[in-house]
């Protein structure tokens, strides 16, 4: 039985576009549908969250999802919505991006299961890798006209004077490649139905003219919003980059803060794209929000929902925990569980010192730490009357003058951790 996922995805805001008759060609029965995906890195980032969740509510609709590495495609570049080129990448670190990015769908997808619709993973560079050129611009080539390429608004802004290089033969010629696969799936899997961002939509109708021209079928295209946030800024990105999947990358502390720390207006939009939780618990959630804004409830659910999706329960616990390091309490205990990376993310743009590893070992004195050999405060009589007020902390915890700093203090036998008041932190790096 399958469901509607057209419907589904229209109350989410998922939808931007659709071919007329697709939402009755998914109600005839399960089909077949996928999601290109970029194999530039080996890990996917928040970007490419919407595509998957597409596939994912395809799935949980009852139709058979395919996820498609663009391992050809990878090889030349998409020219829409890029201003330049990119770089090429070679077969085995494409293989390697491959095999990292489906360890991470299948958090979401079913690849395993014995049910008729279980997920499939598909590398065009495997259909690709062993077309001529002759052949490609016979049999395929032949049937799309310049004119149609031309047409394309990925095609226009690249060759207007918005874009000063221009554009090459090989980003030209992408359209082709990326309608060949629709074609490929269609005519080996019976696939129907491709799915992608907005910007998108120019190569996946070509695939669908090349289904009508060559392979005297029908095959239907279904876009999503590109996610814009409400201040104007990217989606997606953070003052260092990108938001990756990969917890070496992006640490599951930031990756939950990025969520935290989204706009009402935004929350409101997120929790239904991000999450699969039901139309009824997100309306609660936005009328509790909305009686109480400074309670964060949507930001926090929402935080809760992605973080343990990509993640897992334990890092979400310990992302919750490292967040309340900073803004609420915590233990020295607390902070020694944290590792160097949850720690330096927490702590970043925190002044430092660095010390000696002999001086901890010998029990470095109070006023060594916080003003004569660091310059944490300005004198040693500051320090003197910070510590008489009961105002420093080390590790989150009070201390007084009389105090040593050993190694039993370190934190990943590398940090101490200095706080005078509530707000005022410093780090020392024993090296």
């Given amino acids: 039985m399958t469901s509607n996922f057209v419907e589904e995805l ?13 939402e009755e060609h998914l109600l005839s029965g399960m089909q077949s549908a996928y999601v290109g995906i970029d194999p530039t890195a080996d890990s996917l980032h928040i970007g490419h969250l919407v595509g998957v969740m597409m596939l994912r509510h395809f799935q949980l609709a009852g139709h058979k999802p395919y996820a498609l590495i663009g391992g050809a495609t990878g090889m030349i570049g998409d020219p829409s919505g890029k201003s330049t080129e990119r770089n090429l990448l070679d077969e085995p670190t494409l293989r390697h991006n491959q095999e990292a990015i489906k360890n991470q769908l299948s958090r979401f997808l079913d690849f395993n299961s014995d049910k008729d619709n279980k997920a499939i993973l598909v590398n065009n560079y495997d259909w690709m890798k062993d077309f001529s050129f002759l052949e490609f611009i016979r049999d395929v080539g032949k049937h799309i006209t310049v004119n149609y390429m031309m047409a394309k608004d990925s095609v226009k802004k690249r ?44 190569n996946i109708t070509t695939g669908t003219e090349l289904i009508r021209r060559i392979g005297g079928g029908k095959g239907y295209a279904l876009t999503c919003p590109l996610i814009t946030k409400a201040d104007g800024t990217k989606f997606g990105k953070s003052e260092g980059g990108n938001i990756w999947l990969d917890a070496e990358r992006t640490s599951p502390y930031k990756f939950y803060q990025y969520w935290l720390n989204t706009s009402d207006e935004d929350a409101e939009k997120y929790i239904k794209i991000f999450t699969f939780l039901t139309r009824e618990e997100i309306e609660g959630l936005v009328k509790e929000h909305r009686e109480a804004p400074h309670l964060r409830v949507l930001q926090k659910r929402l935080a809760d929902e992605v973080t343990r999706m990509v993640h897992s329960q334990e890092e979400l616990d310990n992302a919750i925990k490292a967040s309340n390091i900073l803004f609420g309490k915590s233990t020295s205990e607390d902070l020694k569980k944290l590792n160097e990376k949850t720690f330096l993310d927490i702590f970043e743009g925190v002044p430092q ?22 310059n944490f405060l300005g004198s040693n009589g500051e320090a003197r009357r910070e510590l008489k007020q ?19 203090d370190l934190i990943n036998d590398k940090f101490v951790l200095l706080q005078r008041g509530k707000k005022n932190y410093f780090v020392l790096v024993v090296s």
Avoid at 167 to 183: A, I, K, N, P, R
Avoid at 357 to 373: C, Q, T, V, Y
């Fill in 10 to 22: 229209t109350w989410r805001g998922m939808l931007h576009d659709a071919m007329p008759g697709t």
């Fill in 159 to 202: 060759l207007t004077a918005e874009a000063k290089e221009g554009m090459s033969f090989t980003e030209f010629t992408y359209q082709l490649v990326q309608g060949y696969d629709f074609l490929h799936l269609y005519r080996t899997h019976n696939c129907t139905l491709q799915m992608g961002g907005s910007d998108q939509w120019g």
């Fill in 353 to 374: 010192a660095e010390i000696a590893r002999e001086a901890i070992e010998n029990g470095l004195d109070m006023i060594g730490a916080l003003a004569a050999k660091t």
């Fill in 390 to 408: 009961n105002s420093i902390s080390v590790n989150k915890e009070k201390v007084k003058e009389d105090y040593s700093i050993t190694a039993s």
